[in-house]
């Protein structure tokens, strides 16, 4: 079929209009691989194969676009393009060519990630391990990398856990709160033994303005309901459940 008209597009492509008013929208690599501005037609038989090269450059700049955007592990890669309808062979022939150009690198994207989970989330090692697997990260690569988060620095960070946590539930203490707290580190992917190290150097103890605040609190609010001794053991009960005892 002879080539009728060129219109050059965005992005690199070109619309071809062929006679019978067939159109293809072919990207510049497409057009330059077959000559097509000098041959000036396209045979029957060269068409599917135009197409199909067609298709895998569309769905090669459409995954350079995403990692732009985003910088991916090969697995987010893949899952984007079948997100894309690309069939299986054409996104395994995309993905190994962003391998060998070095624009995917599981190894390369682990230690991004582990960095800025560091710098940006309160996430421990285990979390941010987790989080790599699903990305399809190999156990061995994460391992490697997530030396970084050495135990120094796990310490470090779980003792600014504990202390804002502490300043943000001073309706609570005792042990409720000190397994409060400790669940929700361990929630957080950090060591239990180095969790349970550091949370043992402070002390949960109710301090008595605090204890006398929401005791006053609490009375307010039962002695609606309850008084004299049931009154008292109805306060006592319900501070209980919060950690909030005080002995002088």
């Known amino acids: 079929m002879n080539i009728i008209k060129y219109k050059k597009l965005t992005n690199g492509r070109y619309k071809v209009i062929l006679e019978n008013?067939?159109?293809l929208?072919?990207?510049?690599?497409?057009?330059?691989?077959?000559?097509l501005l000098i041959k000036?037609?396209?045979?029957d038989e060269l068409l599917p194969k135009i197409r199909e090269d067609n298709s895998y450059y569309d769905a090669y700049y459409s995954a350079l676009k995403s990692l732009n955007t985003k910088y991916k592990s090969i697995k987010e890669t893949k899952k984007y393009l079948y997100s894309k309808e690309y069939d299986n062979e054409t996104i395994d022939k995309v993905v190994d060519n962003l391998i060998n150009q070095g624009y995917l690198n599981d190894n390369n994207y682990s230690i991004s990630?582990?960095?800025?989970?560091?710098?940006?989330t309160n996430w421990g090692p285990y979390k941010i391990k987790n989080e790599l697997i699903k990305k399809g990260i190999d156990e061995s690569i994460i391992d490697e990398n997530i030396k970084?988060?050495?135990?120094?620095l796990q310490r470090d960070r779980i003792n600014k856990i504990i202390e804002k946590l502490i300043k943000n539930n001073r309706t609570k203490g005792g042990i409720i709160l000190k397994n409060k707290i400790t669940s929700s580190i361990i929630n957080l992917g950090y060591y239990t033994s180095i969790?349970?190290?550091?949370?043992s150097k402070y002390d949960f103890k109710v301090d008595k303005e605090i204890y006398q605040r929401e005791y006053n609190k609490t009375y307010k609010s039962?002695?609606?309901k309850y008084e004299g001794n049931e009154l008292?053991?109805?306060i006592k009960q319900k501070l209980y459940q919060k950690g909030m005892y005080y002995e002088d």
């Open 21 to 23: 008013n067939v159109e």
């Open 25 to 35: 929208t072919l990207y510049e690599d497409i057009i330059l691989k077959y000559q």
């Open 40 to 43: 000036k037609d396209i045979s």
């Open 113 to 120: 990630y582990i960095n800025n989970q560091i710098i940006t």
């Open 148 to 152: 970084i988060f050495d135990e120094t």
């Open 195 to 199: 969790i349970k190290e550091e949370i």
């Open 222 to 224: 039962l002695s609606r």
């Open 232 to 234: 008292e053991y109805k």
